[in-house]
């Protein structure tokens, strides 16, 4: 049996292969795409769409290209490591020239009548340059001249810049100064929030033949988030992965542990560069690992230890959300179930409004300084407190 026929697919739902098909709109690629579509009706339509690698730029590209009229004639340039007479070359090219023994003067010369031509015969032009962060600013320069070409009533070339977020970086430089103000719209597509991330599988999966989404049951979401950052193309790899794990081991449908499976078999961490989550734990554990440690929590289930944390002076919110710094993955325990701030007089653990409560021994708390020793029980999980103050005085007076 195939991996389609074992999960009754039709196609498979999460391939890298930007497809069109597939694009789910959330609502920051409407608005993105909205923004392409006013090139058409702005006579001086010029707009820069940035996003991080993944982020679905080129399948945006791929969808607005698939939609243009009749009277919309095109040019698309993805290689843009190149010299300024290279770029016009390539650009003559996609309008279906052979330019390759012209010399610059000629080059402009071409388009520019190729541009009148068009607009005399009631065509629109429009210029999209995919990876637009290779540009060299002389090609950049180029690209401004070319916007200002017009008619003596409006422009007649349409422009698209499409590029990774260095692209801004580089339009903010003052020497592209000119070029900037030429710009109409300019927009950064950032990753998917945890509720889009969720509707973006469960829309490429309906593309793929299965609707409702049955294979990855709630658990997995917060787990492919966390490691996904919310970007597309993390996605499609970690659920990729896990399905195709899933299949080895003759699962129909997926649970956290799966995800947390693929993961081990990318040999991901945490996504850091979108959720913060990886950094801020890196903080934290250098933070808190070194002297100034005043709490050790040990997390326990069926009385198997789970993980160790040790932390200093300050918050620390417990809850099954990926967020939070001890992270426990139950249905027995809230989002943001407890809180333990730590300082030099103890810790005090305290109940965020949770669903089924903290206690301490048989005793359910809603505020409790804590002693070396106690166990908080957290659903099924325990919470195993050690005072690091009371230890490092042991360790003094025994030196002494």
């Known amino acids: 049996m195939s991996y389609l026929e074992h999960f009754k697919l039709s196609e498979q739902p999460f391939r890298l292969t930007p497809d069109p098909d597939f694009l789910?709109?959330?609502?920051?690629?409407?608005?993105?795409?909205?923004?392409?579509?006013?090139?058409?009706w702005l006579a001086d339509g010029f707009v820069v769409i940035t996003g991080e690698i993944g982020s679905g730029k080129t399948t945006l590209l791929q969808s607005f290209l698939a939609e243009l009229d009749d009277n919309v004639v095109c040019a698309v340039v993805s290689q843009t490591q190149l010299t300024p007479t290279e770029f016009l070359q390539a650009v003559l090219t996609e309008f279906g020239f052979k330019p390759f023994n012209q010399r610059k003067v000629e080059l402009l010369d071409t388009l520019n009548m190729f541009l009148i031509e068009q607009y005399s015969n009631g065509k629109k032009v429009v210029l999209i340059v995919d990876e637009a962060q290779n540009l060299s600013k002389k090609v950049l320069e180029e690209i401004r001249m070319l916007s200002g070409i017009e008619t003596h009533k409006e422009k007649v070339l349409r422009i698209i810049l499409a590029g990774q977020p260095e692209l801004k970086e580089t339009l903010d430089s003052p020497s592209l100064k000119q070029l900037v103000q030429r710009v109409r719209l300019r927009f950064h597509l950032g990753p998917l929030d945890a509720r889009d991330m969720r509707e973006y599988i469960d829309h490429r999966l309906a593309v793929a033949g299965r609707s409702p989404n049955d294979i990855f049951d709630d658990?997995?979401?917060?787990?492919?988030?966390?490691?996904?950052?919310?970007?597309?193309?993390?996605?499609?790899?970690?659920?990729?992965?896990?399905?195709?794990?899933?299949?080895?081991?003759?699962?129909?449908?997926?649970?956290?542990?799966?995800?947390?499976?693929?993961?081990?078999?990318?040999?991901?961490?945490?996504?850091?560069?979108?959720?913060?989550?990886?950094?801020?734990l890196r903080?934290?554990?250098a933070r808190h690992s070194g002297e100034n440690a005043l709490t050790?929590?040990?997390?326990?289930s069926e009385g198997e230890s789970l993980s160790l944390h040790?932390?200093?002076p300050g918050r620390i919110i417990i809850g099954r959300s990926p967020d939070n710094e001890i992270y426990i993955q139950s249905k027995f325990v809230s989002r943001h179930h407890a809180q333990l701030i730590s300082d030099e007089q103890g810790c005090t653990i305290e109940d965020l409004n949770?669903?089924?409560?903290?206690?301490?021994?048989?005793?359910?708390v809603k505020k409790y300084l804590l002693q070396d020793g106690d166990v908080v029980s957290l659903g099924v999980h325990e919470l195993v407190y050690t005072d690091l103050r009371r230890a490092s005085d042991d360790e003094a007076s025994a030196a002494g």
């Open 283 to 285: 903080q934290v554990a």
């Open 24 to 40: 789910y709109w959330s609502k920051q690629h409407a608005r993105a795409k909205a923004y392409m579509e006013s090139t058409i």
């Open 354 to 364: 949770s669903t089924n409560g903290v206690f301490v021994g048989e005793k359910q």
């Open 219 to 280: 658990s997995c979401f917060d787990v492919i988030y966390r490691y996904s950052g919310g970007v597309p193309r993390l996605i499609n790899t970690l659920c990729d992965t896990a399905l195709l794990c899933a299949f080895a081991g003759e699962k129909t449908s997926l649970s956290a542990d799966d995800i947390m499976a693929a993961v081990a078999e990318l040999n991901w961490k945490e996504h850091e560069s979108n959720t913060g989550l990886f950094e801020k």
């Open 296 to 300: 050790q929590i040990e997390v326990r």
């Open 310 to 312: 040790s932390f200093g």
